[in-house]
């Protein structure tokens, strides 16, 4: 598996990734931008550099689990892996297409590498809580990362995995909250308030870290931190930026589960210029950011420069 020390290698393959996020979602013509361009810094810490995988072996027992929660972000989840190597990147724009591997939220039947099936908000933490339960009786090494997003608070069902891990001080359970403030509809802080959140955790006998998650200095500070947490579960709140890297979308709710070329909004391109515009703007920085590591990998092109090769 292909370790990313440097940060500028980490960033460089994050924009990669995003890239690879718009180009799935603008053939698939539906799904979500906002929160995978958000989360992209942390998945590609995760995969590059944190977990232990090996996507030759998605059910290796020594694995560390990934379970994504929030369902609906799976294009970040899915273009993270197939960068890993879990499958073929050019499978990216099957995205969303009737009986394919790649559903519109994960199928953990359809893809190795999938730990659990989500979509419905507010499950996944409890998912979680139950692996790290059962290692922990089994007194193995692996930890459980929960990725969560802050709309998902809103689910009871959450607030019962947040006690049940307390209880079992499931400190190999490490959860991530996608903190960007949005949700379906708007504002979280005007649907259903959640802040302070870190004192609530606090409250509920966790550990409790907030930085920001798109700086990957902080993200691998805290998750290398990771494993050696004890006595209670963690949660590491990340404050991201919705739509982070594609200017006319960052900060703006009505990307929450739309496509490129399908909304018009004050900021935004025509709907005939938007994925064009945002893949040029993602693949500027990162023109920016190579280095003597991309000349070696060129193979981890973004597909969309990969495509535009073959045609010519
Ligand atoms: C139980 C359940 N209720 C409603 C939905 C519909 N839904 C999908 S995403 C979403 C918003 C959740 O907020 P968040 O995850 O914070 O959104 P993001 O930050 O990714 O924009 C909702 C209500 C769902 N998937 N599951
Ligand atoms: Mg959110």
Redesign the pocket.
């Known amino acids: 598996m292909k370790q990313l020390h440097s940060i500028k290698d980490l960033q460089m393959m994050a924009n990669i990734i995003r890239e690879d996020i718009i180009t799935a979602l603008t053939e698939a013509k539906s799904g ?1 931008s ?2 995978p361009l ?1 989360m992209a810094d942390i998945f590609t810490a995760l995969y590059f550099n944190v977990l232990k995988h090996n996507p030759r072996k998605p059910n290796w027992p020594g694995r560390d689990r990934l379970v994504l929660s ?4 799976c294009p970040v989840l899915y273009a993270t892996m197939a960068n890993a190597g879990y499958f073929p990147k050019k499978e990216l724009l099957t995205l969303r297409k009737l009986g394919t591997r790649l559903q519109g ?1 994960p199928h953990r039947e359809s893809l190795p590498g999938l730990e659990t099936t989500s ?5 996944g933490l409890s998912q979680a809580a139950g692996m790290a339960y059962g290692l922990k009786i089994d007194k193995k090494p692996n930890l459980v990362f929960a990725l969560c ?4 608070h ?2 009871g069902n959450h607030w019962e995995a947040v006690l049940f891990a307390a209880k079992y001080k499931l400190s190999n359970l490490i959860a991530i909250t ?1 903190r ?1 403030y ?4 708007g504002n ?1 802080e005007n649907i259903m308030p959640l802040d302070p959140l870190d004192q609530k955790y606090n409250a509920f006998n966790w550990n409790v870290i907030t930085i920001d998650g798109n700086d990957f200095k902080q993200i691998l500070a805290v998750l290398h931190k990771a494993r050696s947490n004890r006595d209670r579960p963690l949660m590491i709140i990340a404050n991201t930026i ?1 739509g982070k890297g594609v200017e006319y979308m960052e900060n703006d ?1 009505r990307w ?2 739309s496509p490129p070329g399908t909304v018009k909004t004050e900021r935004a391109p025509s709907l005939e210029e938007q994925s064009s515009i945002a893949l040029d703007e993602l693949h500027a920085r990162e023109a920016e950011l190579r280095g003597k590591w991309y000349r070696q990998h060129n193979k981890l092109d973004p597909l969309h420069t990969l495509q535009s090769k073959k045609r010519t």
Do not use: V
Not at 149 to 152: A, H, K, M, T
Not at 182 to 185: C, E, L, S, V, Y
């Open positions: 979500h906002a929160g958000g929030n369902g609906h972000i939220h979509g419905p908000l507010g499950s997003s802050d709309g998902e809103d689910e996608d960007n949005i949700q379906i509809d979280t919705p709710y929450h589960g």
